[in-house]
Nanobody, 119 residues
Framework: QVQLVESGGGLVQAGGSLRLSCAAS????????MGWFRQAPGKEREFVAA????????SYLDSVKGRFTISRDNAKNTVYLQMNSLKPEDTAVYYC????????????WGQGTQVTVSS
């Protein structure tokens, strides 16, 4: 059974940094896409970033380009989201997702981790 466990969220001031981690288990992810999504209060969930496990395809939400970096560690079966220059509008619950189909379609989801950016 696939499990995705996020960690690394917290409270940070605007301009600060956080690194989210997503530990994946339960199958081989070598052909999978791994994504990060977020959902702010009262808003729909939105795509933030994604990477194919092979590392050859990466995509970002326009508003996070240049500030966020997605990466993966094959040995640890973990995907990371390094978030720099954080803004209050980045405040949301961040979810990790995994799936075999594409950068935008996912079958498995983590429980989410809260990121709060104060102004």
């Amino acid at each position: 059974q696939v499990q995705l466990v996020e960690s690394g969220g917290g409270l940070v001031q605007a301009g600060g940094s956080l690194r989210l981690s997503c530990a994946a288990s339960g199958r081989t992810f070598s052909s999978y896409f791994m994504g990060w999504f977020r959902q702010a209060p009262g808003k729909e969930r939105e795509f933030v970033a994604a990477i194919r496990w092979s590392g050859d395809i990466i995509s970002y939400l326009d508003s996070v380009k240049g500030r966020f970096t997605i990466s993966r560690d094959n040995a640890k079966n973990t995907v990371y989201l390094q978030m720099n220059s954080l803004k209050p509008e980045d405040t949301a619950v961040y979810y990790c997702a995994a799936g075999p189909k594409s950068l935008r379609e996912y079958d498995y989801w983590g429980q989410g981790t809260q990121v709060t950016v104060s102004s």
